[in-house]
């Protein structure tokens, strides 16, 4: 199993501003996952990151508002950028090892002003 | 493209009926189907994927490939069942991201 953490885990931000969202994971990954969870919605692939090269940002999502660092095997960040109302949701790290099951982290609930 | 549909937002039984959660999927390849539960102030995890072929905590899914389907399905459902439970595919191969369907809220009744 993977154990995975993440910073901060909640808070209340102001319109304009950005925050950086941490994640840990206890063990070497090749891939790591960055989703949103808006409220009563189901979850939303934002980006995929490997280590040593850019991410890669599903439809919808841009690098602009949603930078990522990737710099090791055990750690990445993730940025939402110039925030809006619309941004208020849950952000979630997530990994996997091949033929393993999908880890996901505890969440970092945001909300905007 | 990868499509997990779960028509259910909401599904209300009474404990010990018998529960099953809908799940369809698209993918033009032989994907890997999982169902993940989400109990309340909890994080996600991971119910059972269909190569596994296991049951947990009394569930059980089968993949049906000719209806592209993968329910959840519990013979008597139990008050600690109450929770969100997401039906995901991912392609095969490991290093595939995972699509979620909308999820479907479980209320047991007591």
């Known amino acids: 199993s993977a154990v995975i953490s993440q910073k901060p885990s909640r808070d209340i931000c102001q319109r304009g501003t950005s925050l950086t969202i941490q994640c840990q994971v206890d063990?070497?990954?090749?891939?790591m996952f960055w989703y949103r969870q808006q409220p009563g919605q189901s979850l939303t692939l934002i980006a995929t990151?490997?280590?040593?090269?850019?991410?890669?940002?599903e439809s919808g999502f841009v690098i602009d508002k949603f930078p990522i660092s990737r710099p090791n095997l055990t750690f990445s960040t993730l940025t939402v950028s110039n925030m809006s109302p619309e941004d208020s949701s849950i952000y979630l790290c997530?990994?996997?090892?091949?033929?393993?099951?999908?880890?996901f982290g505890p969440g970092t609930r945001l909300t905007v002003l | 493209a990868q499509r997990v549909t779960q028509p259910e937002k909401l599904l209300s039984v009474f404990k010990g009926a018998p529960v099953e959660l809908k799940c369809n999927y698209s993918?033009?390849?032989?994907?890997?189907l999982f169902w993940y539960v989400q109990y309340s102030r909890q994080r996600l995890q991971l119910l059972l994927r269909?190569?596994s072929r296991e049951s947990i905590k009394g569930f059980t899914a089968d993949l049906n490939k000719g209806e592209t389907s993968f329910h959840l399905k519990k013979p008597f459902a139990q008050e600690e069942d109450s929770a969100m439970y997401y039906c995901a595919s991912r392609g095969a191969g490991g290093y595939q991201k995972v699509t979620f369907g909308t999820g479907t809220k479980l209320q047991v009744i007591p």
């Open positions: 063990s070497q990954v090749t891939m």
């Open positions: 993918y033009s390849g032989s994907p890997e």
């Open positions: 997530s990994v996997n090892r091949a033929g393993d099951e999908q880890f």
């Open positions: 269909h190569i």
């Open positions: 990151a490997n280590q040593g090269s850019e991410a890669t940002y």
